[in-house]
């Protein structure tokens, strides 16, 4: 099983609506969780941080449900800016740099 | 402020020939990482430096393979010699303790290894 698994989609969406990617990882002890983003031929950037009481900036929320190991991203009233590879990143321990990044799940938005 | 800046932004050589891959951080940024990316294996950590001191190492494929940071505001990335599966995209990146996990991106180098 990878360490950090993604449905790589694509997810294919019309403006507007309302999409959700999910994030496995496999180690329990895991300390901390991210969400970047990429854009095509570029190189990722932090989109947000995972708190364990769920957060939210703008049109997106992040969750996180340690019990079943998995953390969400909700993305609401999507806009074709939002194309892109979300990539799943997880910290497993909390003085420990490498990070545990996911394949990435692909939203195309259309108009 | 100046980003990450990484150096070529593309690569094309043979196989057998030596590869280096340049890289400035974040002036002030003590964390200083090399990560390949392709599209079976995603992103992978190969090396990564606090204050100019390689950490961790245990990513580099192979003793082809070779980093140092001779200074706080560079690094390099050495393949030799190089072979065709190292074709990949090379990104650096650079953080700040205590900023948790925010790392700043270079645009990368786009390795083709004929």
């Known amino acids: 099983r990878k360490e950090v698994e993604q449905d790589p989609g694509p997810f294919n969406v019309p403006e507007g609506a309302t999409v959700a990617f999910n994030c496995t990882y496999s180690n329990s002890a895991s300390q901390s969780f991210f969400w970047y983003r990429q854009d095509c031929r570029k190189e990722p950037k932090l989109l947000m941080s995972v708190y364990s009481s769920g957060n939210e900036d703008g049109r997106f929320t992040a969750q996180l449900n340690r019990a079943s190991q998995y953390i969400s991203l909700l993305i609401r009233d999507s806009k074709l800016s939002d194309s892109a590879t979300y990539l799943c990143v997880v910290n497993p321990g909390s003085n420990n740099r490498k990070l545990i990044w996911g394949l990435g799940t692909s939203l195309a938005v259309n108009p | 402020d100046a980003g990450v800046i990484q150096s070529p932004r593309h690569e094309v050589t043979e196989m057998g020939q030596e590869v280096t891959l340049r890289c400035k951080p974040i002036?002030?940024?003590?964390?200083l990482f090399w990560y390949r990316q392709t599209m079976m294996r995603g992103l992978e950590l190969l090396i990564y430096f606090n204050n100019n001191v390689p950490i961790d190492d245990s990513g580099m494929p192979e003793d082809r393979f070779s980093a140092k940071m001779p200074n706080a505001s560079f690094s390099t990335l050495k393949i030799q010699p190089s072979e065709p599966r190292d074709s990949a995209v090379y990104f650096c990146?650079?953080?700040?303790w205590g900023r948790g996990e925010k790392l700043f991106f270079g645009s990368g180098t786009q390795l083709s290894v004929l």
């Open positions: 002036s002030g940024h003590d964390y």
């Open positions: 990146a650079s953080s700040l």
